[in-house]
Structures are given as C-alpha cells and as structure tokens.
C-alpha cells in the first residue's frame, strides 16, 4: 500500500521568504506525483505533477518540487512567497491513476 | 465550460437516516472519483469509475457506503443509516481517464455533511 505524509500540519511565513513544504511517500513501486492547493473556500486545484524525466518540476505561481527517489520525497519550494499564497497544500501519490492517496495538509500562512 | 459541480452544498442530516449526494462531472470525462475529507485531515480516496468499467470500492469504509454512476455521467454517493462519525466534506473529481497523456483530476467544491 502507498501513503503520503506531510510533517508539517501549519507552517507560517512571512511575505517575501522562501518556503519549502515536505512530503514523503512510500510505495514499492513505481508513483506519480503531484501538489494541490486548496484557496480558502475554494475547491482543490493542481499545482504541479510529477509524471517521468526532469526530477524538476515548474508549477503555477512560481512554486516548483523536486523528486526525490532514493528519499522518497517530493517537497514544494517557492522563493519568495505572497500573502495570496495563504492556503492549505495536498501532496498525492498514485501509481496506477486509479487510486490516489493524499497526505493530511500542510497549511501555509503568509504574514505581511 | 463547466466544472465539476455536486449538490447539495451542505447537509445536515439526524443520526440514523440515509443521504445522498450528487455529483455531475465535467462533459465527456470518463473517471470519476469520490474522496472525504475529514477535519484536519487530508482526502481519503472511497470509490473510482471508469467508463462502463467495474468501479474500484476499495476505499469504502463500510457497506453503509454505495456510489453508482449513471449512463457514464452523474453519481451519486449514498450513505445509509448515517453515523456522527461520517460528518466530513465529501470530494468528487473527473478526469479524462485512460488514453490521455495525463487524466488530471479536477475537484467539485464539494458537499459539507453534518450529522448531528
């Protein structure tokens, strides 16, 4: 069986400081990856997925992750965060497209 | 075009009784999952269809829990003799499916149970 688990349940920031969100997964075989955010009173949006090649990946609103494979990670960064990326963040996994698995959240504050 | 819309988007319901919630995917994806989500905690996947497949109900928690999938559209979630413990927001997404180059999954706003 897979599971995703995110250590960290809040994680305040100020305005314009780097952020780095972690998830580990485990799962024997080969995962797909992604990160959802969920803006307040909104429903979950992609953020950015892993799928195969660049361990890199780019997503929306400058937010990028790197897979990690001997880790079994795939933590979320941003550079520098705004106040408008206040929001709870899912990272999943899936092998198979059939089944995801979601870890609890992490949910980001930024203060001014 | 349309999202994924569910209905209704909230329910309060009496310990005991049946529920139903709804869900109409978006036109012409095939996939369609069901998730919960409890307080502070993340989705738990309950059910997954795919075309005129066998649904995946691996993820129910208990037979009180049924989901069918009409004419490859809209579902309906069911939840019998409703317990406290069901109280959570209930997630419904589709996807293209198979045969796409990724079937990304696209959420509803969801459905806020409440069972008192």
């Known amino acids: 069986a897979q599971s995703v688990t995110q250590l960290d349940s809040q994680v305040p920031v100020f305005e314009e400081a780097p952020v780095e969100l972690r998830c580990n997964y485990s799962s024997s075989v080969s995962v797909y990856l992604f990160w959802y955010v969920q803006y307040p009173n909104q429903g979950l949006q992609l953020l950015l997925k892993y799928l195969s090649g660049s361990t890199l990946v780019k997503g929306i609103n400058g937010f990028e992750a790197e897979f990690n494979k001997s880790q079994t990670s795939f933590h979320l960064r941003k550079p520098s965060v705004h106040i408008s990326d206040t929001a709870e963040y899912f990272c999943a996994v899936t092998n198979n497209f059939n089944k995801f698995y979601f870890g609890s959240g992490t949910k980001l504050n930024v203060k001014p | 075009g349309a999202g994924v819309s569910q209905s209704p988007s909230n329910k309060v319901t009496e310990k005991g009784k049946d529920v139903e919630l709804r869900c109409d995917p978006i036109?012409?994806?095939?996939?369609l999952y069901w998730y919960r989500q409890s307080l502070g905690q993340g989705l738990e996947f309950l059910i997954y269809f795919q075309g005129n497949s066998a649904p995946d109900k691996s993820g129910l928690p208990s037979d009180r829990f049924s989901a069918e999938r009409t004419g490859g559209s809209v579902s309906t979630l069911t939840i019998q003799r409703t317990q406290q413990e069901d109280s959570a927001v209930y997630l419904c997404a589709s996807s293209l499916g198979p045969g796409s180059s990724y079937n990304e999954q696209f959420f509803g706003p969801g459905t806020r149970l409440t069972v008192l």
């Open positions: 036109s012409g994806h095939t996939a």
